[in-house]
């Protein structure tokens, strides 16, 4: 029997793309409406394999906590290690601890600090839920995820697709040899402006952050 012209070939996942697009437009609107109530809020980001005994897990919590009582709602993956930390300080404070959770292949279990949960299942939605509700990104050590959270935001600021806002390296000692490339190899080459190291700041101390925050945007007000 002769397939007919309009009845889709089994394994064509493009025949769903219309239908796909409601999806997307459904994460949109419940991540609007729901984020858009949370106020100021910082969004926290770092590996989710940091365990409870990791120095940089202990400082999330640190800085988390310090946000909350300072009336910043906190954002993150709400994942494991470094996410489960600051969804943790943030609820030890009395704080707003929001976690936007993504369905992976390797189901993320959503940690038991968030108060306030969001389900995607695209990437780039929950990507655009983070800068657009984010008073300030503040990056801990992590992997590729962190990378790519980094990498983006600068690139948005970058070329003025976004206002600029304080973007937070935490970690001397674990940022510096991806500072040392960008100096010797995109600033020298002339791929960047050395200005352009200027986007985001590089802090050790849980204690730095919350100023440094305040700081930004007090330049800016003035």
Do not use: H
């Not at 697009?21 to 394999?49: H, N, T, W």
């Not at 609820?91 to 389900?119: C, D, F, H, M, W």
């Not at 986007?199 to 330049?219: H, L, N, Q, T």
């Amino acid at each position: 029997m002769a397939r007919s012209k309009k009845e889709p070939v089994k394994g064509d996942f493009s025949a769903e793309d219309p239908w796909r697009v409601f999806r997307i437009m459904s994460e949109f609107v419940e991540g609007f409406e729901v984020l858009s109530k949370i106020g100021p809020a910082v969004s926290i980001f770092g590996s989710s394999k940091a365990r409870r005994s990791d120095k940089y897990y202990k400082m999330a919590e640190r800085i988390a906590y310090s946000l909350a009582r300072a009336k910043y709602a906190v954002v993150t993956g709400a994942g494991q290690g470094i996410m489960e930390a600051a969804n943790k300080g943030a609820k030890r404070a009395g704080g707003k601890s929001i976690g936007l959770n993504i369905q992976v292949p390797i189901e993320q279990t959503p940690n038991p600090y968030i108060t306030t949960l969001l389900e995607f299942r695209y990437f780039f939605c929950r990507k655009v839920m983070f800068v657009k509700y984010s008073k300030a990104y503040v990056m801990l050590p992590g992997g590729f995820g962190t990378i790519d959270e980094f990498a983006e935001v600068i690139a948005l600021i970058q070329t003025e697709r976004i206002s600029p806002f304080p973007v937070i390296l935490v970690g001397k000692e674990y940022w510096e040899g991806l500072i040392g490339w960008m100096k010797e190899s995109l600033v020298k080459a002339g791929r960047i402006g050395s200005k352009d190291l200027e986007i985001f700041r590089v802090v050790d101390k849980p204690e730095e952050v919350v100023p440094a925050i305040k700081e930004f945007y007090a330049k800016k007000s003035g």
